[in-house]
Every structure is written in structure tokens, then in C-alpha cells.
């Protein structure tokens, strides 16, 4: 997706710039939405192909329980973080990410974690810094592709 977005960026094709994204937008997010619905529904037998603890696939199907719901919402993140690079504004999104995982995840993990969650607490954080990541992506990323159409709305 970067590299098409770069490219009608180049070509001054903006119309194209909102028609592969959304494209990359539903495809990635069917995409993983039938993987978070298979890696949940089948989380415990999925570890036993890579371990033999009933305890350690315990704690990998609860995690897969709590963050599998942020696995379409890592898409969202992703797409607009390529667009951005796409548009020729890595620090953007190099910023973002930073902000989601060092200011978000990592303090929130922290603080869940010995507020008595524990493995919980830490996989909720995940969680929601995929949730907090895929507004300010989205918001980062429509902001730039609205200043790259001319203020036209991005999605129609």
C-alpha cells in the first residue's frame, strides 16, 4: 500500500490514493477478521502444535481471547501509517507509533499489570493500544490524504 499510495501521490492522483486504501482497508480487515475468528476459536489446539503445557496454553488462549479483537484494528493502524509513509511522511508516522506503543501500551501494561490484572492487564493494554492507535492513525491519515485531494472528503 505504500508504495501504490506513493505513487499516485507522484502522479497527483489523489482519487486513487482513497480508492487503494479503502480497498487495502476492507481486504485487510475480512482478512483478519476470519484469522482472529479462526486464531480465538482455536487458540488452545493452535498452541498444542507448539507446546505440550495445558498451563502455558491457558495463558495463550486468553491472550489470543483479549487482543484478537485488536487484530482488525492493527489494520486500520497499518494502512493508515503506509498511506502516510506512502505520502512521503515517515516521522508522522514513525511518531505515531511511538505514541501507541511507549506512551500507551507499555504505562498501560505497567499500571494494569500491578493493579492486580496480571497477565490480563497486560494483554488488555495491548488491547487497547490498538484501539487508541487506530483513531490517531485513522485521524493522522485522513488528515493528510483530505490536504493531498485538495480537502475533498476521503471517503464518499
Not at 507499555?106 to 499500571?111: N, Y
Amino acid at each position: 500500500l505504500t508504495n501504490i499510495i506513493g505513487q499516485c501521490a507522484g502522479a497527483k492522483r489523489s482519487d486513487r490514493e482513497k480508492e487503494y486504501l479503502i480497498y487495502a482497508l476492507k481486504m485487510g480487515g475480512i482478512l483478519l477478521l476470519l484469522l482472529s475468528v479462526g486464531v480465538v476459536g482455536f487458540a488452545r489446539p493452535l498452541s498444542g502444535l507448539f507446546l505440550r503445557s495445558e498451563d502455558v496454553a491457558g495463558i495463550v488462549a486468553g491472550y489470543f481471547l483479549i487482543v484478537g479483537a485488536g487484530y482488525v484494528l492493527n489494520t486500520v493502524t497499518n494502512c493508515f501509517l503506509g498511506a502516510l509513509n506512502g505520502l512521503g511522511r515517515p516521522f508522522k508516522s514513525m511518531m505515531l507509533m511511538v505514541f501507541y506503543y511507549i506512551l500507551v501500551r507499555m504505562p498501560l501494561a505497567w499500571i494494569l499489570n500491578h493493579a492486580g490484572w496480571g497477565l490480563d492487564g497486560i494483554w488488555t493494554a495491548v488491547l487497547i493500544s490498538h484501539i487508541v492507535a487506530s483513531i490517531a492513525a485513522f485521524y493522522a491519515g485522513y488528515t493528510e490524504i483530505r490536504k493531498e485531494a485538495g480537502a475533498s472528503a476521503i471517503i464518499d
